[in-house]
């Protein structure tokens, strides 16, 4: 029998309901339960792909090609249950699924309304394409009261009903400030949001508060009075000095315990070596790199929510800490700023856009190639590598992206075609943006005696692509006699996957996003090894 729990949010948003979400996850997991997590998300967008990361923070991608919201990375790497198209939808996406119902008469001449179609389709979202799950949770973006998020209210809302309230419970996150002026904690806010979601029929079962201190037992009480919950349903949510301390610091709050009551569930206790294994790797590290991060989006670090983790990750594996120096890929357009790269032990170049920026990441490129500074390129990273070789090493003065606009040399050229699984994807110019892209898991092959075939010790693997351009095939005589090693291609010999350079300390580049698949439990082989050479680097300068 599956159980669903909802969590919502109230007063602001960012407090984590993400984080929260993935941790509870973690947390049902290590007793033993066959979990899975979703996300509501409000917004009338059909999917994030064509959002500004400056607006929405990172698009996930999942092996089945979906666009989808950064928290379902949290999700992933909380929990390692691979994310799916159908857990992720959209204000966007309920509403083309409905009126293309209704455009091809599915509805019989009815007058389409958000009650009962809109919010039936939202219940069909939730409860559907499940194997098994003992727990579904449900993560509704945005805060209570947003006028766009009513539909998924009273979606879940119906919901909680039609399975039963021993199947459903509702889990509020909200906000408990501290007043320095008058040196107290507040419960106001809280007690606000809790009849906010009142008035719309949903009385939560828990309340996560989230504080930057200790809430005092008077305080709990205090809420748990007029938020009509349990004392013991009052769960703080302190601060952490790395989300991967939240679901430790959770289940010593009771959160799980009091999830399992109220379903009437006698678990044993959660395994929690591994959390704990981690957390004392990322608190008492041996040492540290630093690696620059040379990125187009560095204003809004969700943007490379994925990569800061993994870099993390990597640095878990070698016990060191990872320090990333952020840093605006347009700075190196400028005479003599490249030299601002002297001191790190690394650089890492990830995926973008557009041509903004782009002479930066060349010149980082450069930089890392000549002074031996271990390089790792994703993306656009690997393009702009491979551009940068192609001018400096191959001769090919006038090579660029087609991306860019025309150009005499496209070394890198935009992909109108190419083959998943048993059938051809085809892309026209000037087509729609959205879902456009090459998207999801590709299989890659190794060239054997390779850097890459070393660090993954197999022959075939699958990793998650999210772009339009590629390497042209068409360059890539002139470019291994100049001393690039195409090391991964597609099955298919066509498509450049991976490219190193030999005779560099570390030198890599791919085409796909390996952040993606990163875990704090199985980092990625590609970060482990890298911040291995960024270690050895460190040790010479």
Request: charge should be negative; hydrophobic fraction near 35%; charged fraction near 25%.
């Given at each position: 029998m599956t159980r669903y729990i909802f969590i919502?949010?109230?007063?602001?948003?960012?407090?984590?309901?993400?984080?929260a979400s993935a941790a509870l996850?973690?947390?049902?997991?290590?007793?033993?339960?066959?979990?899975?997590?979703?996300?509501?998300?409000?917004?009338?967008?059909?999917?994030?792909?064509?959002?500004?990361?400056?607006?929405?923070?990172?698009?996930?991608?999942?092996?089945?090609?979906?666009?989808?919201?950064?928290?379902?990375?949290?999700?992933?790497?909380?929990?390692?249950?691979?994310s799916r198209r159908s857990d992720n939808i959209t204000t966007g996406r309920i509403y083309s699924d409905v009126i293309?119902?209704?455009?091809?008469?599915?509805?019989?001449?009815?007058?389409?309304?958000?009650?009962?179609?809109?919010?039936?389709?939202?219940?069909?979202?939730?409860?559907?394409?499940?194997?098994?799950?003992?727990?579904?949770?449900?993560?509704?973006?945005?805060?209570?009261?947003?006028?766009?998020?009513l539909p998924f209210l009273e979606a879940i809302r119906q919901f909680g009903n039609?399975?039963?309230?021993?199947?459903?419970?509702?889990?509020?996150?909200?906000?408990?400030?501290?007043?320095?002026?008058?040196?107290?904690?507040?419960?106001?806010?809280t007690q606000h949001s809790v009849k906010?979601?009142?008035?719309?029929?949903?009385?939560?079962?828990?309340?996560?508060?989230r504080t930057d201190r200790p809430i005092p037992e008077a305080e709990r009480k205090k809420i748990a009075l007029f938020c009509n919950v349990r004392r013991e349903a009052v769960i703080p949510a302190?601060?952490?000095?790395?989300?991967?301390?939240?679901?430790?610091?959770?289940?010593?709050?009771?959160?799980?315990?009091?999830v399992c009551r109220y379903f009437r569930l006698t678990p044993p206790p959660p395994d929690l070596a591994r959390w704990r294994t981690i957390v004392e790797r990322i608190t008492k590290p041996e040492g540290e790199v630093t690696i620059a991060v040379v990125g187009k989006y560095t204003g809004l670090l969700d943007a490379y929510k994925s990569l800061a983790e993994a870099l993390a990750h990597g640095g878990i594996a070698n016990n060191v800490h990872v320090r990333m120096n952020w840093i605006d890929s347009e700075i190196f357009e400028q005479e003599d700023t490249v030299q601002r790269l002297e001191e790190v032990h690394g650089i890492l170049v990830p995926g973008g856009f557009g041509e903004r920026g782009a002479e930066g990441k060349i010149a980082a490129a450069r930089f890392a190639r000549e002074r031996q500074v271990p390089y790792f390129g994703i993306c656009f990273g690997m393009q702009m590598a491979v551009i940068e070789a192609a001018r400096s090493l191959a001769g090919i003065e006038g090579a660029c992206s087609s991306e860019f606009g025309a150009c005499k040399e496209p070394v890198v050229g935009m992909m109108t075609e190419w083959v998943k699984g048993d059938r051809v994807e085809k892309r026209p110019q000037g087509g729609d943006m959205g879902g456009s892209m090459r998207l999801g898991a590709y299989p890659c092959m190794l060239s054997p005696n390779s850097r890459a075939r070393a660090i993954y010790a197999q022959d075939l693997i699958s990793e998650r692509h999210r772009?339009?351009?590629?390497?042209?095939?068409?360059?890539?005589a002139r470019l291994e006699q100049a001393g690039l090693l195409f090391s991964g291609m597609s099955p298919d010999g066509q498509l450049p996957e991976i490219v190193e350079i030999p005779e560099h300390p570390w030198f890599i580049g791919v085409q796909f996003h390996p952040e993606l698949k990163s875990k704090p439990f199985e980092p990625h082989p590609l970060f482990i090894s890298f911040i291995s050479a960024a270690v050895t680097q460190a040790r010479l300068v």
């Open positions: 919502t949010g109230g007063v602001v948003s960012s407090l984590g309901k993400g984080l996850a973690a947390l049902l997991q290590a007793r033993g339960f066959k979990i899975r997590l979703r996300k509501l998300d409000p917004y009338i967008n059909v999917d994030p792909g064509t959002m500004s990361p400056y607006q929405h923070g990172e698009v996930y991608v999942t092996d089945d090609g979906a666009e989808t919201d950064l928290d379902l990375g949290h999700y992933e790497r909380f929990t390692g249950v691979p293309a119902r209704e455009r091809r008469g599915d509805y019989l001449g009815a007058t389409i309304q958000v009650i009962p179609h809109i919010t039936d389709r939202i219940k069909a979202f939730i409860g559907g394409d499940l194997d098994g799950e003992d727990f579904v949770l449900c993560e509704i973006g945005g805060t209570v009261g947003d006028i766009e998020g039609e399975v039963g309230r021993e199947r459903a419970l509702y889990v509020h996150l909200t906000l408990v400030p501290y007043i320095s002026s008058a040196g107290e904690i507040k419960t106001k806010p906010e979601l009142l008035s719309v029929g949903i009385q939560p079962d828990i309340l996560l508060v302190l601060d952490m000095k790395t989300i991967y301390a939240v679901p430790l610091a959770l289940h010593e709050e009771g959160l799980d315990a009091e772009h339009r351009y590629e390497v042209n095939i068409n360059y890539l």
